[in-house]
């Protein structure tokens, strides 16, 4: 995975805890993964990519 072991995911988890705080992180997380879905479908040649709306 990029070449990256364990000692660098360590280092760059704690870099992102201190960044963003351990209550942002779940927003943070469901932003990436929605982002990489989204990406997904459209490498697939889906016709419409979903955009999130908030209110």
């Not at 927003?27 to 999130?52: P, Y």
């Amino acid at each position: 995975m990029f070449g990256f072991g364990m000692p660098e995911l360590i280092v760059i988890m704690s870099i992102v805890l201190v960044i963003f705080g351990a209550g942002k992180l779940p927003e943070v997380g469901r932003a990436v993964g929605k982002g990489i879905r989204n990406f997904k479908e459209a490498s697939e040649g889906k016709e419409a990519i979903e955009l999130d709306k908030k209110a």
